[in-house]
T-cell receptor, first 110, second 117 residues
Framework: KNQVEQSPQSLIILEGKNCTLQ??????????LRWYKQDTGRGPVSLTI?????NTKSNGRYTATLDADTKQSSLHITASQLSDSASYIC?????????FGSGTRLSIRP | GAGVSQSPRYKVAKRGQDVALRCDPI?????LFWYQQALGQGPEFLTY????????KSGLPSDRFFAERPEGSVSTLKIQRTQQEDSAVYLC???????????????FGEGSRLTVL
């Protein structure tokens, strides 16, 4: 079983709509949890970072939340744009380990 | 340079050929990671360097894979006798943090896409 699991695997929404991506993890304790955005054919780029004690972190239209009790994080995208089409990867760091989820492939349709 | 640079961006190899993939990290970054990313999957860890020392190579799938970073800057990932299952994107990332103190962001290159025919 993966230590970082993401859902859904893929998602298609219309431009302007909101969406929420999920990340469930079993890594505990951890140093930080990051969400990365990976455009097609590019390397991942960090969107948000949260430490164990933080509940929420925003970066423009992206808001990440963290529930340490249920070991869940979510990434909420508001008023989606075509440029949001990408893979979103949840990454948990613990000591010397950095564990990647498989990502959610998000497609925004005009 | 301003970011992590990888070359070649695309490589097509015949089965059995050797390939070498290059990573030029952000200047001054202590840590360098190599990842393998299959289509539709997240990056899978291959190996980690702290400066010139290869501290973790637990993710290398076989002894056909070899990585080096002789002067603590540029790194090369070499794959000998390539097989079709080696087809993937190989991502390099660097960070100013050591892996043990890792709270910092990984800065990724754009990857090298390897296709083995």
């Amino acid at each position: 079983k993966n230590q970082v699991e993401q859902s859904p695997q893929s998602l298609i929404i219309l431009e302007g709509k909101n969406c929420t991506l999920q990340c469930n993890y079993t890594v505990s304790p951890f140093s930080n949890l990051r969400w990365y955005k990976q455009d097609t054919g590019r390397g991942p780029v960090s969107l948000t970072i949260m430490t164990f004690s933080e509940n929420t972190k925003s970066n423009g239209r992206y808001t990440a939340t963290l529930d340490a009790d249920t070991k869940q994080s979510s990434l909420h995208i508001t008023a989606s744009q075509l440029s949001d089409s990408a893979s979103y990867i949840c990454v948990v760091s613990r000591a010397s380990k950095i564990i990647f989820g498989s990502g959610t492939r998000l497609s925004i349709r005009p | 340079g301003a970011g992590v640079s990888q070359s070649p961006r695309y490589k097509v190899a015949k089965r059995g050929q050797d390939v070498a993939l290059r990573c030029d990290p952000i200047s001054g970054h202590v840590s360098l990671f190599w990842y393998q990313q299959a289509l539709g999957q997240g990056p899978e860890f291959l190996t980690y360097f702290q400066n010139e020392a290869q501290l973790d190579k637990s993710g290398l799938p076989s002894d056909r894979f070899f990585a080096e970073r002789p002067e603590g800057s540029v790194s090369t990932l070499k794959i000998q006798r390539t097989q079709q299952e080696d087809s993937a994107v190989y991502l390099c990332a660097s960070s100013p943090w050591t892996k043990r103190a890792h709270t910092g962001e990984l800065f990724f290159g754009e990857g090298s896409r390897l296709t083995v025919l």
